[in-house]
T-cell receptor, first 114, second 112 residues
Framework: NAGVTQTPKFRILKIGQSMTLQCAQD?????MYWYRQDPGMGLKLIYYSVGAGITDKGEVPNGYNVSRSTTEDFPLRLELAAPSQTSVYFC?????????????FGPGTRLTVL | GDSVTQMEGPVTLSEEAFLTINCTYTATGYPSLFWYVQYPGEGLQLLLKATKADDKGSNKGFEATYRKETTSFHLEKGSVQVSDSAVYFCALGSTSYGKLTFGQGTILTVHP
């Protein structure tokens, strides 16, 4: 049981480039989330999904897109990368949306945009 | 809207010292409260949680009590170890799509 996996671990992009951050979970969780963590700050929610084919915006969605074609995978797409997107990105999943459930986090992707 | 405020860090302690990290929250309704820990180079993992007022969450010697009257969820440990060095996040769980609202995190460093 691998839990939540993310690739790549590190990436450097040039301004204007695009990339996809991969996230997968093997716990059969319906709910998946993308957060970004800026230095000295808590995590901010970018997008979330309540199941395959259903996604919605979080607090800071601008500059990102997501899709959810399967229960297991929830990729995050950055279009036209900007320095403001330099951050550590975490994917998470949970069994339900009750607010009492534990979210399980991946190891993160450290992205630098130069 | 929901918000979480943690004590300013970083916190530096000697081994076996007593630890308190303060956390207060603002929320509508009856949220669940969590402490997550992030060890160097890793993702976040749940340390403990409490789902209703007066509940006490505990794990690995850490404790926190959900105090509705003071809207607080302070983290305590009686005797810290070097291996407790990490970043600690207080978070509030909403019934709205399970969203977590995080505090800014507190860096804890424990010296031998």
């Amino acid at each position: 049981n691998a839990g939540v996996t993310q690739t790549p671990k590190f990436r450097i992009l040039k301004i204007g480039q695009s990339m996809t951050l991969q996230c997968a979970q093997d716990m059969n969780h319906n709910y998946m989330y993308w957060y970004r963590q800026d230095p000295g700050m808590g995590l901010k929610l970018i997008y979330y999904s309540v199941g395959a084919g259903i996604t919605d915006k979080g607090e800071v969605p601008n500059g990102y897109n997501v899709s959810r074609s399967t229960t297991e995978d929830f990729p995050l797409r950055l279009e036209l990368a900007a320095p403001s997107q330099t951050s550590v990105y975490f994917c998470a999943s949970s069994y339900s949306s009750r607010g009492t459930d534990t979210q399980y986090f991946g190891p993160g992707t450290r992205l630098t945009v130069l | 809207g929901d918000s979480v405020t943690q004590m300013e860090g970083p916190v530096t302690l000697s081994e076996e010292a007593f630890l308190t990290i303060n956390c207060t929250y603002t929320a509508t309704g009856y949220p669940s409260l969590f402490w997550y820990v992030q060890y160097p180079g890793e993702g976040l993992q749940l340390l403990l949680k409490a789902t209703k007022a007066d509940d006490k969450g505990s794990n690995k010697g850490f404790e926190a009590t959900y105090r509705k009257e003071t809207t607080s969820f302070h983290l305590e440990k009686g005797s810290v170890q070097v291996s407790d060095s990490a970043v600690y996040f207080c978070a509030l769980g909403s019934t709205s799509y399970g969203k977590l609202t995080f505090g800014q995190g507190t860096i804890l460093t424990v010296h031998p």
